[in-house]
């Protein structure tokens, strides 16, 4: 259907874009997430995409979309892909691999978990520009006395708690960091072991 803002006649319409030259967010190497909008591709109706890499046990953080339902297809490697459905309060996990894709309807609590190595996933939506709310925006923005308050917690052991966070988007977790405490960690329990532990490689093994 044609694009009623657009007349196809002005030398600034544009019908081809890059992706790799316009990153939305970058964790590492393996780890990062391409956009594409109406911005970028003038052309373009109501659709938008965000072009996605995960390693194995990268997570594209809990958020929700408040105004564009989610289709996301997997290119390469494998995903779980996860939602809360508002209208029972239940948790859906599906599995995704090259081919298939996973609905996520607009407004519902979901996040994306790469389940293998080199995953390649293309999240579409029907909305130009899709609005997020992440989940580490909802700990760090909250006041930690009105979370502590509202559910019965211990105000210092849950600024504690959120601390690692740094007041930070995190987007794709966990953040580099806490992958490394994580490998000090079981590499000091295992001894020096090179046994892989608790979803993730001892130091000198670059799987994340």
């Known amino acids: 259907m044609t694009?009623?803002?657009?007349?196809?006649?002005?030398?600034n319409d544009t019908y081809f874009a890059d992706l790799n030259k316009n990153r939305l967010f970058t964790r590492n190497r393996q780890n990062y997430i391409n956009r594409l909008g109406r911005d970028v591709l003038?052309?373009?109706?109501?659709?938008?995409?965000?072009?996605i890499y995960l390693s194995d046990r990268r997570v594209v953080e809990p958020h929700y979309h408040q105004n564009a339902a989610e289709l996301v297809y997997c290119?390469?490697?494998?995903?779980?892909?996860?939602?809360?459905?508002?209208?029972?309060?239940?948790?859906?996990?599906?599995?995704i691999r090259p081919g298939q894709v996973a609905?996520?309807?607009?407004?519902?609590w979901h996040w994306e978990e790469a389940t293998?190595?080199?995953?390649?996933?293309?999240?579409?939506?029907?909305?130009?520009?899709?609005?997020?709310i992440f989940g580490s925006d909802i700990l760090?923005?909250?006041?930690?006395?009105?979370?502590?308050?509202?559910?019965?917690?211990?105000?210092d052991q849950l600024r504690k708690t959120l601390s690692p966070l740094n007041n930070e988007t995190i987007i794709i977790g966990p953040t580099d960091e806490c992958v490394q405490n994580q490998v000090k960690q079981t590499y000091s329990r295992s001894d020096n072991s090179s046994t892989y532990y608790g979803g993730y490689y001892p130091q000198g093994q670059n799987h994340f």
């Open 75 to 95: 290119i390469s490697g494998a995903a779980r892909v996860s939602f809360i459905n508002p209208f029972n309060n239940e948790v859906s996990n599906i599995t």
């Open 103 to 108: 609905n996520i309807p607009q407004g519902w």
């Open 42 to 51: 003038n052309t373009l109706g109501n659709v938008s995409l965000l072009d």
């Open 140 to 155: 760090t923005k909250t006041p930690v006395e009105v979370l502590a308050h509202t559910y019965c917690l211990n105000a």
């Open 3 to 11: 694009v009623s803002y657009m007349d196809y006649t002005s030398e």
């Open 116 to 132: 293998t190595d080199q995953t390649h996933l293309l999240a579409i939506f029907d909305a130009p520009y899709p609005e997020y």
